[in-house]
C-alpha cells in the first residue's frame, strides 16, 4: 500500500483499474448522454443530392447575368420530396422549393424575394447564385467515417446520426456503481432525528455524480459501524457492481471501519492523496471490484468523485478529460478575494466563477470548511491551487468550472 501519493498517482492507480464495458445496441430515442462504442460511416451522401438552399427559382447563371430584368419562361415547380424530374433550357426557369432537387440544365438559384410572376414568365430582378445550391455530399461522403468510438452522443450528434441512417447506435453499457454510507450518526432524510443525528446525504449526491457522467448508480442501505454489516454489503456490491464507491470510515477514528476492513481483509492499493479537503481516500479491491473509500465529509466526497472516479469513467469509456461525460473542465481564473492554499497539498477552495469584460474571475462566498455541502452549491468551481500557495487578489489561478 502507498500513502500520501500525490492525485496524479493516484488517478493512475484508479485508471489501471477502469472497467472494460460491453457494448449494447440502443435506439437512438435513449441515445443522449450515452458513449459511442462503435464508430459511424455514413450510409448516405449529405446532402444526398444537389439541391436548394432558398425558395425561388433554378436557372442558368448566364441567362440571369445582366443587371436588369431577365424574363424568363416558367417550366414546372421542384418540391422537396416529389420524384418529378425537371430540365431547363435557355431562358427557362423551374420554381423550386427549399430541399427540392436542382432541375436538369439549372446551375443557380434566385431568391423568390427576387422576382415577379407574369403569367408563364418569371420576371427576375436580382441575383443568380451557385451557392444557393447545396451540392451531392459536400458535407459528408457515403461510407465516410464521421463520428468515432468514444464520441459523447448530445442532441446534434444525434440528428447528426439519424441523418447517416442510424436507427440503432451501438454504445458503452453503463458502469454499475454501488454507493455505501457508513456511519452511526446518518437517518435518512424524512424520518426523525435524535439530539446526536445527522441526516444522511452522500450517497444522494454520489449516485447523482455517477449518473451525470455517465453511469447507473445503485445505493445501498446505509451501513452502520460495523465489520460485519460492512463486510455483508461489500460482499453483495462487489456481485453487483463495476465499482464501489464507500463514504465515510476512512480516516484515522477509532470507528473508521471502512479502512479497518479493507486493512485486515481487502486490498488497498493507497490510502490518503495530497489534496485538500480530501485527503483520506482510500483505494483498492474488495473480492476482485475496485472500491474507493470516499471521506465522509460531504464536500471532500464531491471533490474527491470530481478528481479521482471521472478519470475511472473516462477511462472506461476510452474518453478524455476533456470530452464529455465531465463534470466541468479546467480554466484559468482572476481572482477577485484571496484564498488560503495548503502545506504540501493541491487545495480545491470553492470558488464562483463568472465572465467579465476581463475573462473569467471567481469569487467566494460561504464558510469553506469540508462539512458545508452548501458551499458546492453557493459556488460552481473550485481552486486548483498548487501545494504551499495562495491565491492572492489578481492572481491567475488554474480552476475546475463545474458546468
Ligand atoms: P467520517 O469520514 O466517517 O469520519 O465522517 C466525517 C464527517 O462526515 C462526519 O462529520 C460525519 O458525520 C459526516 N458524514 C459521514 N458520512 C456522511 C453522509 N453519508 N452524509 C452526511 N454526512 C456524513
Ligand atoms: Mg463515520
Not at 451525470?212 to 448508480?217: A, L
Request: glycine content about 8%.
Amino acid at each position: 500500500m502507498e500513502r500520501g501519493i500525490s492525485l496524479e498517482r493516484a488517478i493512475s492507480f484508479v485508471q489501471s483499474e477502469k472497467k472494460n464495458l460491453s457494448l449494447e445496441s440502443i435506439h437512438l430515442d435513449n441515445a443522449y448522454g450515452r458513449i459511442l462504442a462503435k464508430s459511424l460511416e455514413s450510409k448516405v451522401d449529405d446532402p444526398r443530392f444537389h439541391n436548394s438552399a432558398m425558395d425561388g427559382w433554378a436557372v442558368r447563371e448566364e441567362d440571369c447575368l445582366e443587371n436588369k430584368k431577365t424574363i424568363l419562361k416558367i417550366v414546372g415547380v421542384s418540391e422537396a420530396g416529389s420524384n418529378k424530374n425537371f430540365q431547363i433550357g435557355a431562358k427557362e426557369a423551374c420554381k423550386i422549393m427549399t430541399g427540392a432537387p436542382i432541375p436538369l440544365g439549372a446551375d443557380a438559384i434566385v431568391m423568390i424575394e427576387d422576382s415577379e410572376i407574369d403569367n408563364n414568365n418569371v420576371i427576375i430582378s436580382g441575383p443568380a447564385r451557385k451557392t444557393y445550391i447545396r451540392r451531392k455530399g459536400e458535407n459528408i461522403s457515403k461510407g465516410e467515417e464521421i463520428l468515432s468510438r468514444g464520441h459523447f452522443m448530445d442532441a446534434s450528434s444525434i440528428s447528426l446520426a439519424a441523418t447517416m441512417g442510424y436507427e440503432y447506435i451501438e454504445v458503452f453499457c453503463k458502469p454499475v456503481v454501488g454507493v455505501i454510507s457508513t456511519g452511526n450518526e446518518l437517518v435518512m432524510p424524512g424520518k426523525e432525528l435524535n439530539e446526536s443525528q445527522i441526516y444522511e446525504s452522500n450517497s444522494f449526491g454520489i449516485a447523482a455524480l455517477v449518473k451525470s457522467v455517465g453511469g447507473e448508480s445503485i445505493r445501498y442501505e446505509t451501513v452502520s459501524d460495523s465489520l460485519d454489516k460492512l463486510r455483508d454489503t461489500l460482499n453483495q456490491a462487489s456481485e453487483d457492481c463495476d465499482l464501489i464507491l464507500t463514504s465515510g470510515g476512512v480516516s484515522m477514528g477509532d470507528f473508521d471501519f471502512v479502512r479497518k476492513l479493507m486493512e485486515l481483509e481487502g486490498e488497498i492499493y493507497f490510502w490518503k492523496i495530497k489534496m485538500r479537503p480530501g485527503g483520506p481516500p482510500l483505494f483498492g479491491k474488495w473480492n476482485k471490484t475496485p472500491i474507493l473509500g470516499l471521506p465522509g465529509n460531504p464536500v471532500s466526497s464531491h471533490l474527491v468523485f470530481s478528481m479521482l472516479i471521472c478519470p475511472w469513467f473516462t477511462a472506461s469509456f476510452e474518453t478524455n478529460e476533456n470530452s464529455k461525460p465531465t463534470l466541468g473542465r479546467k480554466v484559468r481564473v482572476k481572482m477577485l478575494n484571496e484564498v488560503k492554499g495548503a502545506p504540501e497539498k493541491l487545495c480545491l477552495r470553492r470558488i464562483k466563477i463568472t465572465n467579465s469584460p476581463d475573462g473569467l474571475v471567481a469569487t467566494t462566498h460561504t464558510h469553506q470548511g469540508s462539512g458545508n455541502i452548501h458551499s458546492m452549491v453557493k459556488h460552481n468551481g473550485f481552486t486548483l491551487l498548487p501545494p504551499d500557495t495562495d491565491g492572492k487578489i489578481g492572481d491567475m489561478i488554474d480552476a475546475f468550472w463545474l458546468n
